[in-house]
């Protein structure tokens, strides 16, 4: 038996196969998804048990039994024209969480703390503009702000007890600074904890490392007590020298502190200096769910360990279960 010559669509056919199989770019792998996303969710794969419809008025049938889905009423109307379908195609996120993450420059100052700071940290897009603000003004004033984070990852189901998830680091709503900045060395670490004098409120500092930035006269030097840490104790010596309080920069760009900050106690307790959340529009009865919603798409947050805590509610300070 010859074999019957191929047409210009199998051919064609047949090469965008190759191409697919054979995808290494971005876009030929997001190709792949997009067939295969199609495959999972059409209707024509196997036969129907339907009999064909013989005329408009059974086709008519067919549409009332579906009539109250939409999308369906689209995809039988689709197949029935055998034209492409609605897309995203139901059991896939029909749309994008309104808020990401994007990616910044980190501070990496030469010193001991550089090795440790990130290159790039993220921060939420809706929180990234007042930040970059602040950043620019601390750049003006000579001093630098090397972050460790400014958001947590959504861990796994089973990763960690929901209980113990950070839910505002979750939410892109904790910033960190690079803890081992600090509380080494007074004379010349990056960011310093103490207080002016030697008296009055606990300062989060930062060191100006550029005398010739457009606004480092405006920085003066002055004898401060600073604190250096250990594993189990911290001291407080007096260093003179030109700082910056990174308390009112940060509070401008809506990160703020839940309490006045706390002498250190240990060089590991860094839950404090060097910690600040922003609750910019977390108002009282707002819930996870809905927070996370914001971010993450309903299988991220179904995949995830804080799957189970979405009914918990915003009370002005921490998320508690709802009354």
Excluded: K
Excluded at 123 to 130: G, H, S
Excluded at 228 to 248: E, R
């Amino acid at each position: 038996m010859t074999e019957q010559p191929s047409t210009a669509e199998d051919r064609a056919l047949d090469a965008l196969t190759q191409v697919l199989e054979h995808a290494t770019s971005p876009e030929m792998t997001e190709a792949q998804r997009l067939i295969l996303r199609r495959l999972a969710t059409a209707g024509d794969l196997f036969p129907s048990r339907v009999p064909a419809p013989l005329n408009i008025t059974e086709v008519g049938g067919y549409l009332n039994l579906v009539a109250a889905d939409p999308v369906m009423t689209a995809q039988v109307l689709a197949s029935t024209l055998g034209v492409a379908g609605p897309n995203p195609t139901p059991g896939f996120d029909p749309t994008l969480p309104p808020l990401y993450l994007v990616q910044r420059t980190n501070d990496r100052p030469a010193g001991a703390a550089q090795a440790a700071t990130p290159v790039t940290f993220q921060v939420r897009n809706d929180l990234a503009a007042p930040l970059d603000a602040a950043v620019a003004t601390l750049h003006d004033l000579g001093a630098t702000l090397p972050v460790l984070a400014a958001s947590a990852p959504l861990p796994p189901l089973g990763a960690v007890p929901a209980a113990d998830v950070d839910l505002l680091g979750v939410l892109g709503r904790r910033l960190t600074l690079v803890p081992t900045a600090g509380l080494v060395d007074p004379t010349t670490d990056l960011l310093a904890v103490g207080q002016a004098g030697g008296a009055g409120p606990q300062l989060a500092l930062a060191r100006q490392v550029d005398a010739g930035a457009p606004q480092a006269g405006t920085v003066t030097s002055a004898a401060y007590a600073l604190w250096t840490c250990d594993a189990t104790t911290c001291t407080q010596s007096t260093v003179t020298d030109a700082f910056v309080d990174l308390d009112p920069i940060l509070t401008t760009a809506g990160w703020h502190r839940a309490s006045p900050l706390a002498p250190p106690v240990t060089a590991s307790d860094t839950q404090g200096w060097n910690t600040w959340t922003n609750v910019t529009g977390l108002v009282p009865g707002v819930t996870v769910g809905g927070e996370l919603r914001l971010m993450y798409s309903l299988g991220q947050i179904a995949a995830s360990a804080v799957r189970e805590l979405q009914d918990l509610v915003w009370d002005g300070t921490a998320f508690v279960a709802p009354a």
